[in-house]
T-cell receptor
Framework: AQSVTQLGSHVSVSEGALVLLRCNYS??????LFWYVQYPNQGLQLLLK??????LVKGINGFEAEFKKSETSFHLTKPSAHMSDAAEYFC??????????????FGKGTKLSVKP | ETGVTQTPRHLVMGMTNKKSLKCEQH?????MYWYKQSAKKPLELMFV???????ENNSVPSRFSPECPNSSHLFLHLHTLQPEDSALYLC?????????????FGEGSWLTVV
């Protein structure tokens, strides 16, 4: 079965500092990996996704993530945090399993706080 | 601005009430989903419709009843709910149901069962 583990339910950084949100996955098939962001009182917005090809994926708002198969990881980074980045971030995996194609399995989420 | 619109945004209902959540997508997609987001659990897939046919019912209690009259609309009918059903219900859609297809979410409907 596929699963996603996000290390750290809360991460706090200072404005201008590096953002690193960790995600590890488990999958018996080649995974498709996603990062979504949820701002307060809103739905989920896609930040970026990895399907095939280049392992370094660039997304919106300056975020990027690198797929590392050997480490089963898909960590999300941003070089310089902005106050507007404060939100909850979800890592998700999708793949063919049990006939339920295309469904996302989500991690528990990481809340990012940005200090002035 | 979102291509997936959910109404109402907030709903308070008693345990004996019957209510419905509505979702409409303006993206030309042909797959639609209901997810449940509660404080204590990760996002949970509830139902999947592909080409208006239900293809997934993820062990959801029968007090939740989905309806997909066409590829643009999805409903979640609610009756005799329990307080533990209070959560954010997210509708989503995608173009096709294949792995790797991006799923687009609405802003959610906050449900409180009293």
């Amino acid at each position: 079965a596929q699963s996603v583990t996000q290390l750290g339910s809360h991460v706090s950084v200072s404005e201008g500092a590096l953002v690193l949100l960790r995600c590890n996955y488990s999958s018996s098939v080649p995974p498709y990996l996603f990062w979504y962001v949820q701002y307060p009182n809103q739905g989920l917005q896609l930040l970026l996704k990895y399907t095939t090809g280049a392992t370094l994926v660039k997304g919106i708002n300056g975020f990027e993530a690198e797929f590392k198969k050997s480490e089963t990881s898909f960590h999300l980074t941003k070089p310089s945090a902005h106050m507007s980045d404060a939100a909850e971030y979800f890592c998700a995996v999708s793949g063919d399993y049990g006939g339920s194609q295309g469904n996302l399995i989500f991690g528990k989420g990481t809340k990012l706080s940005v200090k002035p | 601005e979102t291509g997936v619109t959910q109404t109402p945004r907030h709903l308070v209902m008693g345990m004996t009430n019957k209510k419905s959540l509505k979702c409409e997508q303006h993206l030309g997609h042909n797959a639609m989903y209901w997810y449940k987001q509660s404080a204590k659990k990760p996002l949970e897939l509830m139902f999947v419709y592909s080409l208006e046919e239900r293809v997934e019912n993820n062990s959801v209690p029968s007090r939740f009843s989905p309806e997909c009259p066409n590829s643009s609309h999805l409903f979640l009918h609610l009756h005799t709910l329990q307080p533990e059903d209070s959560a954010l219900y997210l509708c989503a859609s995608s173009l096709g149901q294949g792995s790797g297809n991006t799923i687009y979410f609405g802003e959610g409907s906050w449900l409180t069962v009293v």
